[in-house]
């Protein structure tokens, strides 16, 4: 065996090539984003040729998995579990039809939300498909349930789901692995209309086949140690016994044994779906009380059944909302062991004072922001210059942060910028009104979900400005290579496809491509745009406001550098800082003037065009 | 052996993570186990940033909040911040001027918890030796210093020689030189 010290997608991108997986798929989201890249380097440590690929959105992914699977391969994919939403439409289908080679689909949840739109639970997702769930606890048991979750898929011939939450992604943890492999099964497809083409007569059966696969697993299922079992004896009673699964179960058990509790029996729902009845029912029988922990939601409390026992989110034993971090787990347990008359965990609450404490002093509300330098900074301040009085739907990316400087009004889902824009539009013109609307979207979401919405907008004719932010690169979730460069996570060529191209081909006639750090010209181009689709032969008009991330491209992205400064001129207004929220501009409280941090500063130069007074001077 | 849990905090574009690596390295070529919780995404973006380390064993990688043996800042208000995961007495090592440290409101419950702290200018140290982006290694060099824990400090400054890129390598040696030797004046 070998080690190495990895985040838990590192671990799971083991697990996937020791399982042989012969393909791999996604699309990048926190948390899931560095399962595909650490597969690419393990891959190619191993010098095996597994087909790797950043697919355009999550759909795509899928599907390019699933084609990969009914050809006979073991294949993945992997996303974010909003990504999951996306991909649905396959997901539930391909349920139904089954796969040959084993199908694994990596869906990673955001309990908290730390970095998503939602908190939704993906076990429900994999619950309404009719799909089996597995949910690690660690890293370690999330790279080892990769490798059940191939065997269980190819055994039943249904897809997988794999539900690593944040704390498995952004985990990191020793592991120990093995040989990677490349299964060597070779392609092949046999024709079966009424299997790979069903029609709904077909979709019936499969149905029926479906759910009888459903009991054979559930009995699986029951005896799938080390993932679900639980410690009770035959003839042995508890006043309460705690149910858990993922990460909680986890959180669970160092409690336990941090306070020497062996007289609460736990069981551990690893694969709490098909539910393991047989498995459950007698610890069920065994406890007077169970507690259930799981994140994110109520899947394991609502198939246990028996509710009038059950402490849980139902009782309001369990926050409804928010990640189950440990101190609000040993809340929840020691609630539940009063109300069974046991002792607390502990009685200790210095914490709890801490937090009271902390919260008393004022400490600085750090709200994430937009990189010194960033393209987008400069964008969002050309837009609500040019057309202040907008609405300005937005989309899902690093630009979601240009609300700080008030262009960004909606953030619906990925592609939502285009779709509600047009939304926008026609609600406003059903009341005879113009209303402005500067919609802004980037490059990857663009491609990801925007073409779409971009010709339902074209042909019903609504009227709206377009900027695609386009940095070259998917920055927010790790710096992924851009459709528009070309270049492939492996470092192979692709195929460039240029915006321009695009957005030409979905009927919008009016484009211009600019430069954001030109603040004057961006601000009068969207002016000019906002005014065409207006005017009566208008329509769609698009800015590509196109710059280089500065963080993932600096070197494109900086190719000329100012050393700025702020002059006597200053009158302490606080644009910069607080409406323009560069970070290296701060507020000297002695001088009272902003002061340019050098540290933070990135040369970009954008400032020197913003402040009223003009006080931001350039000394190269 | 005991498992001890660091919390690490800081800014966002610190360098938070790479302090993480350090000490986690020295910890697994010591052979012990580490289990951690990192933050990415959207967080990341020059917010308050903390990194959970368990070095031992352990099931879960979140530090329970009144658990942490050990909290390590790399800015001062990032230190009351994560003040409630500091376990009675835990150590506090903040990057801010020793004698303002800790704040009057806060002094007290360190006393009565038994949570000692100690507190060096450890952006300026690594600013003033020409490696501003650098306080990450500084506190991990005052930390040292303490003799705390299960990592020597000959063994964290072996890793700081053995991860740093050739061209920042001395520099980066400097500064945990310098570092350690202003954290023995406080032992």
Redesign the interface.
């Known amino acids: 065996m070998k ?1 190495a ?1 990895l ?1 838990g997608n590192g671990a799971m991108a083991l697990g996937l090539l020791e399982a042989g997986c012969q393909m791999l798929t996604s699309y990048p989201g ?2 899931s ?1 560095e399962i595909l890249p650490e597969t690419v380097r393990f891959a190619k440590q191993a010098e095996l040729n597994t087909v790797i690929e950043w697919s355009v959105n999550e759909k795509v992914a899928f599907d390019n998995a699933f084609a990969a699977a009914i050809s006979g391969k073991r294949a993945a994919c992997c996303m974010k579990m909003v990504g999951l939403n996306v991909a649905a439409d396959s997901f539930f289908s391909a349920a139904y039809i089954g796969n040959i080679g084993g199908l694994v689909v990596i869906s990673c949840d955001d309990p908290g939300p ?2 998503s739109q939602t908190e939704q639970d993906s076990r429900f997702m994999a619950r309404m498909a009719k799909v089996p769930v597995l949910d690690p ?2 890293p370690e048991e999330a790279r080892n349930m990769i490798q059940t979750a191939f065997e269980i898929s190819e055994e039943f011939q249904v897809p997988v789901l794999v539900r690593p939450a944040i ?1 498995i992604c ?5 592991i120990s692995y093995g040989d990677l492999k490349n299964n060597d099964t070779t392609a092949s497809f046999k024709r079966e209309p009424t299997r790979w083409a069903s029609t709904p007569k077909f979709r019936f059966l499969q149905h029926k086949a479906l759910n009888e696969k459903h009991i054979k697993i559930a009995e699986k299922f029951a005896f799938l140690r080390p993932y679900n079992q639980h410690d009770i004896q035959p003839g042995q009673t508890h006043p309460l016994g705690i149910v858990a699964g993922g ?1 909680p179960s ?2 669970v ?3 336990l044994a ?1 306070f020497g509790r062996t007289d609460i029996p736990v069981l551990k729902l690893g694969a709490p779906y098909p539910f393991p009845a047989s498995l459950a029912d007698p610890f069920m029988d065994a406890c007077d009380r169970v507690l259930v922990i799981e994140e994110t939601d109520t899947v394991i409390e609502y198939l246990l059944g028996d509710r009038r026992k059950t402490f849980g989110r139902l009782s309001g034993h369990v926050p409804m909302e928010g990640e189950l ?3 609000k787990i ?1 809340v929840v347990i020691n609630r539940a062991l009063s109300d069974c008359g046991l002792a607390p965990l502990t009685n ?1 609450n ?6 009271e ?2 919260a ?2 004022d ?2 509300v ?6 010194p330098g960033c393209p987008h900074r400069a964008s969002f301040y050309a837009i609500r210059k040019a057309v202040p009085k907008a609405i300005y739907p937005s989309d899902i990316g ?1 630009y ?2 240009g609300s700080n400087l008030g262009g960004v009004d909606t953030v619906l889902d990925m592609g939502a910028g285009i779709t509600l824009a047009s939304g926008f539009w026609h609600a406003f013109q059903q009341d005879g009104v113009d209303k402005p609307v500067i919609a802004t979207m980037g490059d990857s979401t663009f491609f990801h979900s925007g073409t779409t919405g971009l010709i339902n907008a074209v042909y019903n004719d609504a009227r709206f400005v377009l900027v695609i932010l386009d940095n070259g690169i998917t920055a ?3 710096m992924q290579p851009a459709i528009t460069q070309g270049i492939r996570v492996d470092g192979r060529k692709g195929n460039a496809i240029a915006l321009e191209t695009i957005v030409k081909g979905c009927g919008v006639e009016y484009l211009k491509v600019v430069d954001p750090y030109e603040v004057t010209h961006t601000i009068d181009e969207i002016r000019a745009a906002h005014e065409w689709t207006l005017s009566p032969d208008g329509g769609i008009a698009v800015i590509i406001a196109r710059h280089p991330c500065v963080i993932g491209l600096r070197d494109q992205a900086l190719t000329e550098t100012f050393e700025v400064t702020v002059t006597e001129e200053c009158d302490d207004c606080g644009l910069c800082h607080l409406r323009f929220e560069c ?1 290296a501009m701060k507020r000297d409280p002695e001088k009272k003037k902003t002061r340019i941090d ?3 500063c990135s040369g970009c130069g954008v400032c020197l065009h913003i402040c009223p007074k003009d006080a931001v001077q350039c000394l190269s | 052996m005991k498992t001890y849990q660091f919390v690490l905090s800081g800014l966002g574009g610190q360098g938070i993570l790479f302090m993480t690596k350090i000490l986690a390295q020295t910890a697994l070529n010591r052979g012990y186990n580490i289990l951690g919780a990192e933050t990415h995404g959207m967080a990341q973006r020059g917010g308050s940033v903390v990194s959970h380390l368990k070095i031992g064993d352990a099931g879960a990688s979140l530090i329970r909040a009144g658990a942490g043996d050990f909290l390590i800042s790399m800015d001062e208000a990032e230190a009351y911040r994560y003040l409630p995961w500091v376990k009675p007495g835990g150590v506090i090592f903040a990057n801010a001027k020793a004698r303002a440290f800790p704040d009057a409101r806060v002094a007290p419950y360190l006393s009565e918890q038994g949570i000692t702290s100690f507190a060096m200018e450890a952006g300026k140290t690594a600013f003033d030796l020409g490696a501003p982006r650098s306080t990450n290694l500084a506190m991990v060099a005052f930390f040292s210093a303490f003799g705390q824990g299960p990592l020597d400090a000959s063994a964290l400054r072996e890793t700081v020689r053995s991860m740093s890129p050739d061209p920042v390598k001395e520099i980066n040696l400097k500064i945990f030189d310098t570092c350690h030797e202003q954290g023995k004046k406080l032992c």
């Open positions: 080690q010290f985040l926190t948390p984003s730390h970095s606890s660690s704390r952004h985990a990191r943890q020793n990460v986890a959180v058990a160092d409690l941090e971090v440990p101190e040993l200790d210095t914490a709890r004072d801490a937090f404490l902390s008393s002093l400490l600085p750090r709200r994430p922001t937009l990189c690093c979601t942060l927010m979730t790790g970070p050098p540290v933070l």
